[in-house]
């Protein structure tokens, strides 16, 4: 196949999430690494801010609820919506978005059932919840259901599931109960406490990616996950393939981040990492535990 024909087969994703003016979190980091794997993206911002809220306060701009539905059924009867094989949703900048996004998940899904539609839930970490309590049960409520796949951190999933998350079982079983077919779990429990695993559970496996823990990795690791890990897996590869590879570039990307001393990703400095991963991580398969059913 030549190389305008790949171009011509390549498919559309929405990625509706945080924008912010500095910096590689939200739609700067998955915008930025499905255009680099060659999918056009069309992008929608739930909140626009200065910068990541970690770096200290900032001005916070959110669409009006009424706008923001407007515009999410302008993409759903936009004539170009046949484009489109995937969303990507993220970072809400309130309640309401959710089920302006479902209505547009919905539409998509009705115009081609094959569309995917990936949920990072981001809702919080070790500390708790940074988002509005009502803001995560309406991404808990209305769109993990419609989710194809789901990538919570450890704590995004306990909090979504009611499941207390200490070890590779538990986060096993905790998955189980999440809605989505798969589910990646970000920082999951490894073999030692210096260790961490994004742990893929699927109807038929369970799949763990595990690498060495990064002490003050900057912020955006999630989103750049998702974006990647879709990625891979619409360009045709399998699971354990998407996995290993998504996991190799973001453990590399993140190291050499934190090598230069930078607050940030670097990705456009490290880009061709997303594309060629540079480091090799093994999947292991690792066993049912009789209690993830229970």
Known sequence: ??????RRETRAVIVISSHVARGSVGNRAAVFTLEALGFPVWAVPTVILP??????????????PDQFARFMNDLENAPWLGE???????????????????????????RNPKARYICDPVLGDRGGLYVP???AAAIRDRLLPLADIATPNRYELAWLTGVEIDSTETAIRAARKAPPADVM????????PDRLANLLVNETAVLRAAHDSIPKAPNGTGDLTAALYLARLLAGETREEALAKTTGSVVTILNRATERGSDELMLETDRQILTRPQMLVDIERVAEPVSASS
């Open 1 to 6: 196949m030549t190389t305008e024909e790949n």
């Open 51 to 64: 910068w990541h809220p970690g770096h200290g306060p900032a001005t916070r701009i959110v669409p009006e």
């Open 84 to 110: 489109v094989s995937a969303v990507l949703t993220g970072y809400l900048g309130n309640l309401e978005q959710a089920q302006a996004i479902a209505g547009l998940v919905e539409a998509l899904k009705a």
């Open 133 to 135: 309590e009502a803001t």
């Open 185 to 192: 779990v970000t920082s999951a429990p490894a073999s030692s």
